[in-house]
């Protein structure tokens, strides 16, 4: 395979068209808010990692006092704080409060996932006649990037700035050729932003010099009653999607897309999660089709906590989301607060392709290639009622 420098690489990355992965949100008009007040954005150290590189933690924060902590390593969102209906803010999401802790017991809490998030059946794809061969870490099938997905890997930091109406980190990582049995050198870069709006988005680019499939979403736990405060079984939610895609026993899609009606995985208007939660077994675990389709920003999700107020919506360019709801917490993870995670105490909204498109040409496609460029976004709004 053609070797490229790796400046050359990123600089191609930056000059090359969309392609491949949904289309990137489009440039708007939106006018600056004129009564912006500042934003702050800084930088500490969070640790070293066993192998002694130097890990991050980037804290940014708008004029309502929403603050974000995102650390370089695994592009991780580590905390999301925002207010509720009587303007106290509580973290609400999964994490813990210390490297040591992420790189020991993981469980993809806030993680950048990738190079393919969600699953891959029998761990592997053809591609132009050629058969890639992936780690099996999910049973018989591959899931989240493998051993050592993008969750597990320091990235480098591109960008920090606060300015304006926004601040904002941006990170880097160059996935080589053959990393975790994948095709090519991927370059891809991650951005963070929070406005003064309240809202958070995560933007990201990924280019590459062989073609290859690509597939990132973030991996947040949510609870918006405040991480560790409970169950999110009374939670409302909403998702814009009237079909999903059907799994097997191992959770690969079968192809087949199937409507969500007179169904527990209906969800086009609110329902708390637990009002049919039993019907589904474990939990949740379940690819929805976005009406939206991945073709502009729309409308994903809203989800509602009662107790506090807090209300949240999730805009994307994807055309699947993966709602999870923390099926596999025992209790056995501590948090943030102390807490200990149990059963259901967060949701996930993965958005996403849908899972093994690689083997399903019927899917949206998750081929990039030379020369192409995959560019996706999601933002979360917040507000309270």
Sequence with gaps: ????????????LMATNFFGCGKGESSSSESQDKEARPMSARKESFGQTPDGQQVDLYTLTNAKGIRVKITNYGAILVS?????????????????????????????????VGRYA???GGAKF??????????????????????????????????????GDKAQVQLSYLSKDGEEGYPGNLACTITYTLTNKDELKISYE???DKTTIVNLTNHSYFNLAGEGNGDVLGH?????????TVVDKDLIPTGEIRSVK???LDF??????????????????????????????????QAYGPTTGRVMEVYTTEPGVQLYTGNFLDGSLIGKSGKAYKKHYGFCLETQHFPDSPNKPQFPSTVLKPGQKCKTTTSYKFYTR
Aim: with cysteine; glycine share 12%.
């Design 126 to 163: 053809v591609l132009n006649g050629v058969e890639y061969k992936l780690a099996a870490n999910n049973g018989p099938n591959h899931i989240h990037g493998g051993r050592k997905g993008f969750d597990k890997v320091v990235w480098k930091l591109e960008d920090i700035t606060a300015e």
């Design 118 to 120: 969600n699953r891959i």
């Design 268 to 301: 086009t208007k609110p329902a708390t999660i637990g009002s049919r939660i039993a019907q589904v077994g474990n939990g949740y675990d379940h690819n929805f089709v976005l009406k939206g389709g991945g073709r502009t920003l729309s409308l994903c999700a």
């Design 80 to 112: 999301l704080e925002v207010p509720d209906r009587d303007g106290k803010l509580a973290d609400i999401t999964l994490g813990y409060n210390d490297l040591d802790q992420y790189v020991k017991r993981g469980a993809f809490f806030g993680a950048t």
């Design 206 to 208: 990924a280019a590459t």
């Design 1 to 12: 395979m053609r070797k490229v420098a790796l400046l050359d690489f990123v600089l191609a």
């Design 236 to 244: 409302e939610l909403m998702l814009t999607a009237d079909k999903y």
């Design 262 to 264: 007179d169904s527990p």
